[in-house]
């Protein structure tokens, strides 16, 4: 049986949406252009009023938005799931909630956008997911507006957010993903947040952004490809144009193909190196979607019937180990932190490829200089056998595994803190080398 996140890993492709009641504007405040951030923060770069901004509920007809034909659109480009902005930083709700009024049944449109969009997915044939916003401009207990996004969630606004994910939960038949965003929650909310998707929805995988390392899989920057070998699971989120993620009425779209070729080239790298990609676009205030956007989506469709996927690489090339040479491996890494801004490289792991050139009986040999200062302990994985070990304190060298039956060919050999790949701690021993030794028997 496969686990949630190996079947999640397969998914490979979606369909991001961002859409809300900034939408509506467009990225435009009083005939002027925002040009500072993205479009779907206009209430906080826009220098908008925030009676101003909550009155758009009024205007909030939708009118045009067809879930079916999202869908349709999404599987022709080759995406196998989809993922909506059931409420971004600015509180607004395109679900049914209890908890505020505002949200997407309280407007002219007056329908469960997300019920509506679920329901596509599942008619469709698409796994269905949602993005959530850990701030939440519109609760009276939050923090008020920040230029940064990563603010602390005191009680009440935990107890809301609670409140709003448990609906989102337990309402909507399965949820394939949980995308949760900005904030600066603590270890406890996370754990919180975290416990109650497995819960509600076992089979669900959370991003990297509920923080504090309760994810399922790595959230990498805006727009961002890995540029270190990275031994956990792990998304790119990207936008059509890296200035907005929501509706932007005056975006310079430029041209079609190369737009296409660059999307779909991204996105190759990114699955080549075991990466998920998650593409997104800003739905216009009446719900449907920009002509051109929709040209790209259709357009990557056809790049990839016309050549498709290779299959990917959940890990990126590591070095080669020559048969009994003590050698480094290539450093592969996950990242820790506590919100957007604070992301680090921690290395988790030591990945070599080892070419055999005979059947027999192997050793595996560790060696390091100096000796080491403190135990280290290790998870050994050579192809699909997987066992600890403890490096002692005050030792140089030492024996790994005896009577290793191997063939010859290629290995995969990786040296790794012990624990989930999420949250393995640092190994402290980066420059281990590695010795394979061929036994000889009398």
């Not at 951030?37 to 509920?57: A, F, K, M, N, T």
């Amino acid at each position: 049986m496969q686990t949630t996140i190996q079947s999640w890993r397969k998914l490979g492709f979606g369909l991001f949406i961002h859409v809300g009641l900034y939408s509506i504007l467009g990225g435009v405040h009083q005939d002027r252009k925002v040009i500072r951030g993205y479009s779907e923060q206009i209430l906080s770069h826009g220098y908008l009023p925030q009676w101003d901004y909550e009155r758009l509920v009024d205007r909030f007809t939708f009118e045009r938005f067809d879930p079916d034909h999202i869908v349709a659109v999404a599987k022709r480009a080759g995406m196998r799931y989809l993922v909506i902005t059931a409420k971004h930083h600015d509180g607004f709700c395109l679900f049914d909630t209890k908890s505020t009024a505002y949200n997407s049944i309280n407007t002219p449109y007056g329908k469960d956008a997300v019920r509506e969009l679920s329901e596509a997915c599942r008619r469709g044939g698409l796994e269905f997911g949602v993005y959530f916003s850990w701030i939440d401009w519109n609760f009276p207990h939050a923090l008020p507006i920040s230029p940064h996004n990563c603010d602390a969630i005191p009680p009440a606004h935990q107890r809301l957010n609670i409140a709003q994910l448990t609906e989102l939960l337990s309402g909507y038949g399965p949820i394939r993903e949980l995308w949760m965003d900005m904030g600066a929650p603590t270890a406890e909310q996370s754990a919180e947040v975290y416990a109650l998707v497995k819960s509600l929805q076992p089979g669900c995988a959370v991003n990297g952004r509920i923080w504090n390392d309760y994810q399922d899989f790595l959230t990498m920057g805006d727009n961002q490809i890995p540029t270190l070998p990275l031994n956990c699971p792990w998304q790119t989120p990207a936008s059509i144009y890296k200035e907005t993620w929501g509706y932007r009425s005056w975006q310079e779209r430029g041209d079609l193909e190369d737009k296409v070729t660059e999307l779909t080239e991204t996105l190759r790298s990114v699955r080549a190196a075991g990466g998920t990609y998650l593409l997104n676009i800003g739905l216009k205030g009446d719900g449907s979607i920009v002509p051109f956007e929709e040209e790209v989506l259709l357009g990557i469709g056809k790049r990839l019937r016309e050549k498709p996927l290779e299959a990917e690489d959940p890990r990126l090339p590591s070095a080669d180990l020559p048969l009994g040479t003590p050698t480094f491996g290539s450093v592969h890494y996950r990242y820790g932190g506590t919100d957007y801004y604070t992301y680090k490289p921690i290395p988790t792991t030591l990945a070599w490829k080892v070419a055999l050139e005979e059947h027999g009986t192997y050793s595996l040999v560790w060696e390091h200089e100096p000796p080491l200062e403190e135990a280290v302990k290790v998870q050994i994985r050579l192809d699909e056998l997987l066992w600890h070990a403890t490096l002692q304190a005050g030792q140089r060298s030492g024996i790994l595994a005896e009577e290793l039956h191997l063939q010859s060919g290629t290995h995969q050999l990786e040296v790794s803190t012990v624990g989930e790949p999420m949250k393995r701690t640092e190994l402290t021993c980066p420059d281990l080398m590695m010795t394979i030794k061929k036994e000889h028997k009398e």
